[in-house]
């Protein structure tokens, strides 16, 4: 599924992986949606593994870093007077 979607939320389950030796490891949903407007979306999502998870969110962040940084320095997206 692919296009654009509004909003984004990540939670513990409900999906889990089997463990060797038993018990079982809770994953971690990424759901991509959109609340509602002209044409809304279908739901995007994965699970992920715990530590992928974390791994991404550390991408997300420098990436959300990064961006405000080259706005401010570049002065991206300022209306011209």
């Known amino acids: 599924m692919s ?6 939320n990540a939670s513990a389950g409900p ?3 089997g463990r060797v030796g038993g018990g079982a490891l809770l994953l971690v949903r990424v759901r991509l ?3 509602g407007g002209e044409d809304p979306q279908p739901d995007a999502y994965t699970d ?3 530590r992928d998870a974390r791994r991404l969110a550390l991408e997300l962040l420098a990436a959300a ?3 405000e940084r080259q ?3 570049a002065g991206f997206w300022k209306q011209a007077r």
Not at 3 to 8: C, L, N, P, Q
Request: some cysteine; hydrophobic content about 30%; glycine content about 4%.
């Open 3 to 8: 296009g654009y979607r509004s909003e984004i």
């Open 15 to 17: 999906s889990r992986i």
């Open 33 to 35: 949606f959109d609340c």
């Open 48 to 50: 992920l593994l715990p």
């Open 65 to 67: 870093e990064n961006a």
């Open 71 to 73: 706005t401010e320095q």
